[in-house]
């Protein structure tokens, strides 16, 4: 098991890239049955007239699988606890898209009112195969300072 990340490991410029997933049609359709039932994300036929040209995975659906790829690669020390932010789709998610995270530290700003934890700023970019953004947000994240 990789050691946890405390508020001290960190510093401004550090990268980060997590392992792949690769997102298949049966898996887009099956999580927008579930939590986003629309056309463009269910039926090949109609997503192909959609905005989108062909079948796309819900937004949702790209950013359930980039936490997943973070959880599983970034090991802060109490978990990924996230205090807000922005998340933007630059370009669908296809089926047959093989997904990695690539995480920048932007900021450090240790909490002066709680000396335990800090907010690290972050850039999240989920990017296909081609190395072409289809997320990216910019995040604030708890981190806990070594015991």
Do not use: C
């Amino acid at each position: 098991m990789t050691q946890p990340l405390y508020l001290e490991d960190l510093h401004v410029g550090q990268t980060f890239t997590t392992g792949s997933v690769t997102v298949t049609t049966e898996a887009i359709k099956a999580f927008a049955r579930d939590y986003d039932p629309q056309p463009f994300h269910l039926d090949e036929e109609a997503a192909r007239d959609s905005l989108f040209g062909g079948l796309a995975a819900s937004g949702w659906h790209t950013a359930a699988l980039s936490m997943r790829l973070m959880v599983d690669g970034l090991p802060f020390a109490g978990g990924l606890v996230g205090v807000g932010g922005e998340t933007t789709w630059p370009r669908p998610t296809r089926p047959g898209d093989v997904l990695t995270v690539h995480v920048e530290v932007l900021e450090i700003l240790p909490s002066k009112s709680r000396p335990e934890r800090g907010i690290v700023r972050t850039r999240h970019e989920t990017r296909n195969q081609h190395g072409e953004a289809v997320q990216i947000s910019h995040l604030g994240i708890v981190a806990w300072r070594r015991p």
